[in-house]
T-cell receptor, first 114, second 109 residues
Framework: DVKVTQSSRYLVKRTGEKVFLECVQDMDHENMFWYRQDPGLGLRLIYFSYDVKMKEKGDIPEGYSVSREKKERFSLILESASTNQTSMYLC?????????????FGQGTRLTVV | QKEVEQNSGPLSVPEGAIASLNCTYSDRGSQSFFWYRQYSGKSPELIMFIYSNGDKEDGRFTAQLNKASQYVSLLIRDSQPSDSATYLCAAEGVSKLTFGTGTRLQVTL
C-alpha cells in the first residue's frame, strides 16, 4: 500500500516567515510533486523532482523552492510567506513507467498565512 | 487556453442514472489520461487511467479516450450518493501530470 505522508495537516504562519512543508513516501518512487489546490483553479503544479537533487519548475514556481536530498523526501519551502500563498498543498509521488505516470497523493496541508 | 479543461459543474444526476463527465486536452503529445475522485476535504484518489483509444471498463466506471478529438470521458453507471465528489481529469506530460479544475458531481436521492 503506497503511503505518502505530509508532515502537517494544518499550519498557520505569519507573513514573512520561512515555511517548510515536508513530504515522505515509502514506495521508492522516483518522481515527487508539489501541487497547490485553490477553488476554481484546480490543482496547479509548483515543482517536481524525478531524482535525488533534481528539480524542475512546474506552472507556478514563483515564491517557492524545493529540496530533495533523499529519494523518499521532498520538501517545499516558502522563502517569505505571503497571504496569497494561503492554500491547500498536496504532495504526490509516482514511478517512472514510460507514459504511465500514476500519482499517489498525501493527505494535504492546509496552510493559512496571516 | 488551459491544457486540460473540464466543466466545473455541478453535474446533478439521480441515483441509479448514468453520470457522464467530460474532459478535453490541448497537448497532442499526451499519451496517458487519469481520472481522480476527490471528496470534500480529502486528497485525490485514482479511479482509473487510459492510454488506448476506445473504452476501458472497471466495474461501474468506463473511461473513454478519443485522441483524434483530444477528448476523454468518464461514465459512472448506476450512480450512488457515495459517488458525489469532484472528479479530476489529468493528462500525462513529461514525467508529470497536468490536472483540470475538476467537475463536481452530485447524485441525488
Amino acid at each position: 500500500d503506497v503511503k505518502v505522508t505530509q508532515s502537517s495537516r494544518y499550519l498557520v504562519k505569519r507573513t514573512g516567515e520561512k515555511v517548510f512543508l515536508e513530504c515522505v513516501q515509502d514506495m521508492d518512487h522516483e518522481n515527487m510533486f508539489w501541487y497547490r489546490q485553490d477553488p476554481g483553479l484546480g490543482l496547479r503544479l509548483i515543482y517536481f523532482s524525478y531524482d535525488v537533487k533534481m528539480k524542475e519548475k512546474g506552472d507556478i514556481p514563483e515564491g517557492y523552492s524545493v529540496s530533495r536530498e533523499k529519494k523518499e523526501r521532498f520538501s517545499l519551502i516558502l522563502e517569505s510567506a505571503s497571504t496569497n500563498q494561503t492554500s491547500m498543498y498536496l504532495c504526490a509521488s509516482s514511478t517512472l513507467r514510460g507514459g504511465d505516470t500514476e500519482a499517489f497523493f498525501g493527505q494535504g496541508t492546509r496552510l493559512t498565512v496571516v | 487556453q488551459k491544457e486540460v479543461e473540464q466543466n466545473s459543474g455541478p453535474l446533478s444526476v439521480p441515483e441509479g442514472a448514468i453520470a457522464s463527465l467530460n474532459c478535453t486536452y490541448s497537448d497532442r503529445g499526451s499519451q496517458s489520461f487519469f481520472w481522480y475522485r476527490q471528496y470534500s476535504g480529502k486528497s485525490p484518489e485514482l479511479i482509473m487511467f487510459i492510454y488506448s483509444n476506445g473504452d476501458k471498463e472497471d466495474g461501474r466506471f468506463t473511461a473513454q479516450l478519443n485522441k483524434a478529438s483530444q477528448y476523454v470521458s468518464l461514465l459512472i453507471r448506476d450512480s450512488q450518493p457515495s459517488d458525489s465528489a469532484t472528479y479530476l481529469c489529468a493528462a500525462e506530460g513529461v514525467s508529470k501530470l497536468t490536472f483540470g479544475t475538476g467537475t463536481r458531481l452530485q447524485v441525488t436521492l
